[in-house]
């Protein structure tokens, strides 16, 4: 049987301006100019014989034609994306690359993936290094965690409750402020509180464990070295907007391989709840 010529392009284009209801952002995402969205719809529409979009006094809007062919679309797309990362070398269901923050590699991320390799013993882990977003095809990731306030255009699910907590030295320490980018201490614009500056909330932990004063940090980040006696708590947690989240794309979100890691990581340990 032949198959019917899909306008590929067009269908992209088309699924870009229709979540954004902008050609000029759906533009950004595809990297063309707004014509060459405004050519790609009118393309399209000419093929079709409907009219996609209506402009209105607020914005974009799509037509009941549009809106009738656009869950099959974005399924059909989904569908691509899967068969072409199944055919991708180097992705077998063995190996699984997880992109994170230093800190949070070496004080929860680490303990947590050698629990899990004593269940899955075949399984290969690569980490890579970063504090900001990275994108998940050029590196090849498959998922990763952040510190966040949510997982933004991503699937995700936040590890624990989104607390920081304030730590010092177990014999305590001189009431000065630990900062690090993006600490409270740092948000609050208070130059003057902080007596020493390090470049990440671990070796805020490490630099409160020596006694150089306070150092406010993610509770989850935390609590192993609490747990350990490495540090002692000052007060009570509170609540704050950034938690971890784990995040991927939805192709790499969908893969069993992410599933039962996802599942893993958000099981709890002892030390995340002690007694």
Sequence with gaps: MKRTHLPLNGLRVLDAAARHLSFTRAADELAVTPAAVGQQIRALEDMLGVVLFRRTPKGLELTPETEAGLDALRSGFLMFEDAVRAMQVGQSSQSLTIAAPRDITAKWLQPKLADYVREQPDLHFALVAADSDLDFTEANLDLALRLTDGPGDLEG?????????????????????????????????????????????????????????????????????????????????????????????????????????VEALTRPSIAENPS
């Design 157 to 261: 699910v936040r590890i624990g409750t989104p607390s920081f907590v304030t730590v010092e030295g177990p014999a305590g320490g001189p009431d000065h402020g630990i900062a690090w980018p993006g600490c409270p201490l740092d948000k609050g614009g208070d130059e003057g509180e902080a007596h020493m500056r390090v470049a990440d909330a671990g070796l805020a932990i490490e630099a409160a464990a020596c006694g150089f004063g306070h150092a406010t940090v993610p509770l989850l980040l935390a609590q192993r070295d609490l747990a350990d006696g490495h540090v002692r708590q000052v007060g009570d947690p509170h609540d704050a907007a950034r938690g971890y989240w784990l995040v991927a794309p939805l192709p790499q979100w969908r893969q069993k391989k992410v599933k039962a890691l």
